[in-house]
């Protein structure tokens, strides 16, 4: 529990225990917030102010801490959610309520049931105590009390702006938004909630939105105006500066910092940098009139940073940011006036060898922004601190002596401009040669595996290296499905000191991948890494719906069935049919074809599978349920059951009281769910239960109440078996089943089902007591299933019913399109689409649509015999792929051939600004800009480290 002892597993002396279960269904762990005494630079102790922030994957964690202008202590955390499904709490090590855990505790303050958490939030503190600071909004426990801002999923980095009492901070969003969020008074009397899970940039989250979770419908029904919505926010597939060569897809906020005056020039006063992690991006919002930033006012401050995780100004204006992959701090400096400083770049044939080494250097990649401009050279290659070694630009030098020698490259142009760079040469020492023995790149894994790792090292001087001077890292690789080619790394375990060990692998969202990395580091501090990609398992689920054509959530999206989606095997993967409207009808949920409720989870098979949800037409609230009845298995135990009596329910809630008390909700199911165990009973308690039914029309009448004492055990054993089952296919894709039943005290019946010649049997539904028919239509064409069925209670189940078997009727899909051509029409911006007719049985034709690389979409239909379609909703300057399938009642025919079509540059898109959208470091200043001479910006490093 936070706060308590923390356990340990796995092997004594590693930094990373890997412990049952750690990425996500294992320990929860916790994070603290200490102040540390010091004498010199020795640690002297620890005083714990925070204990809290509850994680449970490895993500969202802790993330900033700074001092505000008014000396008390600020500190953000993500939500500690999963980063690849819908979590609210579905898998709850920290005991949330029911529906308010995962990424849904970033909304406790608004839970009446919830001790509030610290996840998804920023608090403002006393440093002395950790209590909350005098003035903040809220009041009540401690957690309360600490809070000014909520609702957020992974405020990573944050900053004040200069002269006001404002905190401005990036939140990193899921699979469509990146935020800028803005707290405009850290004193008043305000808390702002920034909307996550239920708001993800602008808009509601579709995969929360449609979980239906009462904490989150909540907040809609209060309207946008009860959420704080972004200062600024951009899609992952959208590019911040318009035209530029930025890349799109994968995204995170990573560093935010105000610019309050220094060398730059005036027309940076005031303006907001804030980077991305993923897109490898640093970026301006230059000030606006009213002295905000301006949103429509952006522009690349720097590309290809390699990963920035952090902004800050220096004390002498200049903007320096943490280059995390790069292991290093970069600065960015200005050079006014006409002329601009060189670059020095330096580059050697070797770094490492005996003595006598000659080292052939280069400093040829150096370079001068202003054309025409010439360079001199002076090298320091002796390490002495003297340039006076060489002027060429490619001189040569041998190293006698054994040691460390630091040679260093100075460039300096016509104007007396210039720069440095240096390069560290070992003689008499090379750097080890690191193995990885296993696993091979053979492996495919699949969530939750335990992959095992060994490796060695040797070296020239110092032999084969003991594992002590080996380390490991594993690290999950996320790239993206809309601009594939530019993964973002995630750190999961280290391991130092050993020469092998093991690591669970992690469930995580398609395409992803692990890189094991080893590191062996000689007796001389020498050191070399190696790394090897480990692809997973992956299978396509196939999601449809009938009627066909409606939505499904699949994790983070919402999309039009049929469609398909890649993921890796044994992954978590959160399913939603909900409520919805199309051509002027209202669908209601009915059933999945897994047997599972509106909302739920499943796992991925190793094989492909089909998820079918059927829905029903509903104009009206669902019919009561009756026949509540009660099976008292332990006094902490109650056994509900009922009768559903309706066929367009989406759930149904339970509610239970202490006998003449008041009503509370005791848990919701979903449509054709008539059982649930009550296991939060308390032992020799009286209680009453009632059960409705509910759909988006409204509520049924209760049921008739029922009084249960859990001081009295029900009686009685395993129910008798099931007689006389017979199964009738009534078409394609339904089954009748009929059975007698010869029990009295069952609570259900598990209906079982297996393809002929299969061996393993599925419960594919289990009914109420007392029923004897169920129809299955989540049955395929043309295949002969095999079906049983057994009686249920608390006791366990009744031996299997007779086997009957059924045979559903051959398909009637028709022939696929073929010869499918595309053309962008540049007078109407419309894409017109022909193809061949194959087909003589269909009923029209569906054309989806999708980005080049990611998920087809339906954009429109056409009757039977068209062969032709114009769409007219294409967008310019966009890579679209398109195809058609034939349809009929038996259902899709096989894809088409796909297309791509290029469309044409529109108009600027997304609000960019029209003027000035060169990229700083090319010499372009703002709209407005008084400065006459043009910028450069160049970025020199400060600090360098040899190790990640």
């Not at 989606?565 to 409520?579: D, E, M, Y």
């Not at 509900?640 to 003449?660: M, P």
């Amino acid at each position: 529990p936070i706060g308590g002892t923390a356990p340990a597993w796995g092997t004594p002396n590693t930094d990373s225990d890997p412990g049952p279960g750690t990425t996500g269904n294992g320990p929860a762990v916790s994070g603290r917030l200490s102040r540390l005494t010091a004498s010199g630079n020795v640690s002297t102790g620890e005083t714990v102010l925070i204990n809290d922030w509850g994680q449970q994957y490895p993500s969202h964690s802790i993330g900033h801490l700074q001092f505000g202008p008014d000396g008390y202590l600020y500190a953000s955390g993500g939500d500690g959610a999963s980063f690849s499904g819908v979590d609210y709490g579905q898998i709850n090590l920290l005991n949330d309520p029911v529906n308010e855990g995962g990424a849904v505790r970033s909304q406790s303050i608004r839970s009446t049931a919830n001790a509030t958490s610290l996840d998804g939030t920023i608090i403002r503190i006393d440093p002395n105590t950790g209590a909350g600071a005098p003035g903040n909004p809220l009041t009540g426990n401690a957690n309360r009390q600490r809070v000014i801002a909520y609702g957020l999923r992974n405020p990573f980095r944050f900053n004040f702006r200069p002269g006001t009492n404002e905190i401005w901070t990036g939140d990193v969003g899921w699979n469509d938004w990146e935020e800028i969020n803005r707290i405009t008074n850290i004193s008043d009397s305000a808390v702002e909630n920034f909307g996550w899970p239920a708001y993800e940039g602008p808009n509601r989250q579709s995969g929360y939105d449609n979980a239906n979770l009462p904490l989150l419908e909540s907040l809609y029904a209060a309207g946008t105006s009860a959420h704080n919505t972004p200062y600024y926010a951009y899609l992952h597939s959208a590019k911040v500066v318009s035209g530029s060569s930025e890349p799109t897809g994968g995204s995170s906020q990573t560093g935010i910092a105000f610019y309050n005056g220094g060398s730059y020039p005036q027309a940076f006063d005031g303006s907001l940098f804030f980077a991305d992690y993923s897109r490898k991006q640093i970026y301006v919002m230059f000030r606006g009139v009213n002295g905000l930033p301006d949103t429509n006012n952006r522009q690349i401050m720097k590309s290809t940073t390699n990963g920035a995780v952090e902004l800050q100004i220096g004390p002498g204006g200049d903007l320096f940011y943490v280059d995390m992959t790069g292991g290093r701090i970069q600065r960015f400096t200005y050079s006014a006036g006409a002329n601009r400083a060189p670059t020095a770049v330096i580059s050697a044939d070797r770094t490492t060898g005996a003595a006598p080494l000659t080292v052939n250097f280069n400093g040829g990649g150096s370079s001068d922004p202003d054309a025409g401009d010439v360079l001199t050279y002076a090298w320091d290659l002796d390490g002495d601190g003297n340039f006076n070694d060489s002027t060429a630009v490619a001189p040569a030098y041998t190293y006698t002596t054994n040691g460390a020698y630091t040679a260093r490259l100075r460039v300096t142009d016509r104007a007396g401009l210039s720069s440095t760079a240096s390069l560290l040469i070992s003689v008499g020492n090379t750097a080890p040669v690191p193995v990885i023995n296993t696993p091979t790149t053979a492996l495919r894994w699949k969530v939750g595996d335990s992959i095992s790792f060994s490796g060695s090292a040797t070296d020239n001087e110092d032999g084969t290296l003991a594992a002590s001077r080996l380390s490991w890292e594993v690290v999950l690789m996320h790239d993206s499905e809309i601009n594939p080619g530019n993964p973002h790394e995630h750190s999961i375990q280290s391991f130092n000191g050993v020469a092998s060990g093991a690591f669970t692998a992690i469930d995580h969202e398609y395409p992803s991948w692990l890189e094991l990395r080893l590191t062996a580091t000689d007796s001389n501090g020498l050191s070399a890494t190696v790394s090897r990609r480990l692809d997973p398992q992956t299978v396509v689920l196939n999601f449809a719906t009938s009627p066909s054509g409606l939505q499904i959530t699949h994790n983070s999206g919402t999309f039009t069935a049929p469609f398909s989606r890649t993921v890796i095997v044994g992954s978590v993967n959160t399913i939603i049919a909900f409520t919805q409207t199309s051509g002027g009808q209202t669908y209601q949920f009915a059933s999945w074809s897994d047997g599972g409720a509106a909302t739920h989870q499943i796992t991925a098979p190793a094989s492909s599978a089909t998820y079918t949800a059927t829905y029903t037409t509903s104009a009206s609230p669902p019919a009561a349920p009756d026949g509540l009845a009660a099976v008292v298995v332990t006094g902490n135990r109650v056994d509900l059951s009922w009768t559903d009596n309706s066929n367009n329910e989406t759930s149904f809630v339970i509610e239970r009281r202490y006998a003449g008390w008041i009503w509370e909700t005791l848990a919701t199911v979903g449509a054709n769910v008539t059982a649930h165990s009550d296991t939060t009973a308390i032992a020799n308690v009286t209680y009453e239960y009632r059960v409705k039914a509910v759909n988006s029309a409204g509520s049924s009448a209760y049921s008739a109440g029922l009084i249960v004492n859990t001081g009295q055990i029900t009686p009685g054993g395993v129910p008798a078996a099931p007689a006389n089952l017979a199964a009738v296919a009534l078409s394609q894709t339904r089954v009748q089943l009929n059975w007698t039943d010869n029990s009295t005290n069952e609570t259900g019946f598990k209906v079982q089902r297996r393809v002929q010649g299969q061996s393993t049997w599925n419960t594919i539904v289990t009914t109420a007591a007392n029923v004897v028919t169920y129809d299955d239509t989540s049955v395929a064409a043309n295949t002969t299933y095999e079906y049983r069925v057994l009686a249920t209670n608390a006791t366990g189940d009744s031996s299997p019913s007779n086997t009957a078997t059924a045979t559903t009727a051959a398909s009637s899909i028709p022939a696929a399109p073929t010869n499918l051509v595309g053309v962008f029409q540049s007078g109407s911006g419309s894409v017109k689409l022909d193809w061949t007719d194959n087909s003589s049985n269909e009923s029209g034709f569906q054309i989806e649509r999708r980005y080049a690389g990611w998920i087809w979409g339906v954009i429109g239909t056409v009757a039977a015999n068209v062969r032709t379609y114009s769409d007219t909703t294409a967008i310019g300057n966009v890579t679209y792929e398109y195809r058609v399938a034939a349809t009929s009642t038996g259902g899709l025919s096989p894809y088409s051939n796909g297309v791509l079509i290029v469309t044409s540059p529109g108009v600027v898109q997304f609000g960019e600004q029209t003027t000035g959208t060169q990229q700083i470091q090319r010499g372009a200043l703002p709209a407005g800009s008084s400065t006459a001479s043009a910028p450069l910006f160049s970025t020199q490093p400060i600090i360098r480290e040899l190790a990640i």
